[in-house]
Structures are given as C-alpha cells and as structure tokens.
C-alpha cells in the first residue's frame, strides 16, 4: 500500500508540474477596423505535430490579451482567432513566446471592394468550351473590413454553362473549394460565400458549355476592372474588337486590354477547336487534370508578370497540395514524366524568386497550414463529410510531416 500511496503522489506531482512549468503564449487580438483591442474574441492554438489538433483555448479579455499553455513548444503551432464569424490565422513559429493577431470586422456590404482584373482560360473538348475564369480582387475598404456573406462577391455564368467547380484563395492563402449559392430571381447568377479580407483574393470558376464551333462572351462589370485577358490555344480564333495581343507563349495565344469602366459592356467570340499543350497547363484541382497557367506578358509591366506569377504559384502550390487533398477522395492517379518538370521548374523559379530553397519550403508550410485551416473551417461549418474530412486531412498530414523534416 505505501508503494501504491508514493506512486500515486508522484504521478499527481508530475501532472501538477507539468501543467505549473507548460509554456505560456501570451499575445493581443487587435481590431484593425477600430483600432481597439477585440475583447471576448474565442483563440484556439493548433498543433501541426500530427495534422491540426487543439491544444488550448482562450479568451482575449477588454484589452485584447490572452495567455494559452503550449504543452509542447518543440513544434510549430497555429494560432486561429474568431471573430465576428470569420477566421483569421497567425503562424506560430517554434521559439515564440508572444505574437500579435489584426482581426476585422465584417459586414454583407462593404465599400472599396476593386477588381484588379479578370482572366479567361479557354480550351475545347468532347464538343464541350471548358472556361477556367480567374477573378483578381482588392479590398482596399476605410476603415478595413471583411466582406462577408453568401454573396460576397457574384458570379454570372454564360447561359447553358454547367459549373465544374469554383475555388477561392485570400491574401497569402492557397485556393481552397468554395461552393456558389445560387441567386433567386437572376438567372446564372451565384454569389460566392468566401470572406473577401482586407488585401487580395483571388477567384477561380471553372464550367463548361455546350459548343459548335464557336461561341459569344459578354463582360459587364459592376466596378471598372483592371485588366481583362483572354487565354488560349493558337489553334482558336478570337473574334473581338479593342484586345491587345501579347507575345503567345507555350502554344497559347494571349490577348488583353485594360481599363474598362464600371457597366462597360465588352464582347466577345472565339471559334475554332484547340486544346492547351501540356507544358501550358495547370493541374485541375477539382478533376485531377490540368488548367492553362497564365503566360508571362512581354508588355513590361508590372500587370503581365502578375499573370505569370500567378499561375507560377498555382502551378507549385496548387500542384503540391491540392491536387493531393482532392485525389485524395478519387484514389491515386499515375504521375506523368511532364508533370515532375513542370514541378521541377516551377520549384526551381519559386526557390530563385524567394532568394534560397528554405524559402521556398517555408512557402510550402504556409500553404499547407492555409488548407488545413480550410479544412477544419468547413468541417466546423458542416460543408465537408466526415468521411471526406479524415480522408483530406490524412493526405494534409502526410505532406506536413514530410515537409517538416526538410
């Protein structure tokens, strides 16, 4: 009995000490819309040892503080802060004692919501138009503020268009899959319920429409628009006035033109039948295949190396990650010798771009962590089974172990 007595008292010391001697994070929750501490807001600090577990809570009191024990600060942690409905994210390296989180409020409607551009990606197949439109946008409200609800942003598909899938990715995240609401009383019209964050988002619809030869397309946007491009193979023909053609690149043919004015309606058709060399495409989150990447402009200026940059990163991040997390529920597919040299090339360019090679891997964690965060986000919200959640996040997890021994 006196061995079971000791035994007893020092595993209660044990648990006592390590509760007593656990890391503290301490950290401040700020409102940038107000510029005040955001008091009552829930913090949750998440565990990327083995995928994206719990491991305290708290919450920020009337200054915005809060103190959360780290059981294990020789891992890299995650700090997740709600507020008014919407996510926000903070890396937590290892080592870190104290970090700082900007949270915002949100509203349905928010002012100083632009749209830096917008591009089609236009191939043919199986007497099909398959459209990839890329919508670039820049909330640049005062004060900021989230723009958040079921249409937070709307879409308006071609007449006949069958949506594929759509996808969304806010300022430094990956593309994560957004599911359109459709619009009641506006025919072809869905809105996007993704939170449209103070800086850029980006917003992917993909869809196909019955084809014969040739096809119209009609822009008219609400806000002036940036720069409008038009991607595709140089076997199609665009039949349009006030484009600009670029250098054609990998097989494609890339036109643009810029500076359109709120409700200017701009038209278009293409004809012909084409579809987008190998070396030119993306991989397809949704179907396991492949999108157009982007070419770089040769106008030089800077809004032709943001294309390029941007199907860079989906090409990397989108190749790496998501393709990884989607296959997931289709079961493996058979890597192609183009596919490794298009990763190999992309890996090479993003690694240059960041200056060294754990840049680049640093790039990939953040990426990693922005779709775990997803993930847990719909499951929270029910928009994911939990069939499809453990299966995502195994293939989630596997890639965050490997890329943590690097």
């Not at 004692?97 to 199986?126: C, H, R, W």
């Not at 996808?167 to 449209?196: C, E, Q, S, T």
């Amino acid at each position: 009995m006196l061995i079971v007595r000791r035994s007893l008292a020092l595993i209660c010391c044990l648990l006592f000490s390590s509760v007593l001697f656990a890391a503290q994070l301490t950290g401040k929750v700020t409102n940038a819309t107000t510029g005040k501490p955001a008091a009552d807001d829930e913090v949750t600090l998440l565990s990327l040892n083995d995928g994206m577990q719990e491991t305290s809570s708290a919450r920020s009191d009337d200054q915005g503080r809060f103190s959360l024990n780290e059981p294990d600060e020789s891992v890299e942690h995650l700090l997740r802060v709600s507020h008014g409905g919407t996510f926000y994210y903070k890396s937590v390296p290892v080592g870190t004692k104290t970090t700082e989180v900007n949270v915002y409020d949100s509203a349905a409607k928010v002012d100083g919501i632009l749209e830096d551009g917008l591009v089609f990606q236009i191939q043919t197949g199986n007497g099909q138009l398959e459209v990839s439109e890329k919508f670039l946008l820049r909330n640049e409200s005062a004060p900021p503020r989230t723009r958040m609800g079921d249409h937070s942003f709307e879409i308006e598909l071609p007449p006949g268009a069958h949506l594929v899938d759509s996808m969304a990715a806010g300022p430094g995240g990956l593309p994560v899959r957004v599911f359109p609401v459709p619009i009641k009383n506006k025919k072809n019209h869905y809105g996007m319920p993704y939170p449209l964050r103070p800086g850029k988002t980006e917003i992917r619809v993909n869809y196909k429409v019955p084809y014969s030869g040739s096809f119209d397309f009609s822009v008219n946007s609400e806000t002036s628009l940036g720069e409008l491009g038009i991607i595709m193979p140089k076997s199609m023909k665009l039949n349009a006035t006030g484009f600009a053609q670029d250098n054609d690149e990998a097989g494609m043919s890339v036109y643009f033109m810029k500076g359109i004015a709120a409700a200017q309606a701009v038209k278009f058709s293409v004809s012909g039948e084409g579809v987008a060399p190998r070396e030119a495409q993306e991989p397809n989150p949704a179907e396991g295949g492949a999108q157009i990447t982007a070419p770089a402009s040769a106008t030089g200026d800077s809004s032709g190396a943001r294309w390029y940059i941007i199907g860079l990163l989906f090409g990397l991040l989108v190749g790496g990650v998501i393709v990884v997390y989607r296959k997931m529920k289709r079961g493996p597919a058979r890597e192609t010798s183009s596919d490794r040299r298009a990763a190999r090339r992309a890996q090479r360019e993003s690694a240059q771009a960041e200056g060294n090679a754990s840049a680049s891997n640093g790039s990939v964690m953040d990426a990693l962590k922005e779709e775990l965060f997803q993930l847990e986000t719909d499951r929270l919200e029910g928009r994911i089974s939990q069939h499809d959640y453990e299966s995502s996040k195994a293939g989630l997890d596997t890639l965050m172990r490997r890329q943590m021994k690097r």
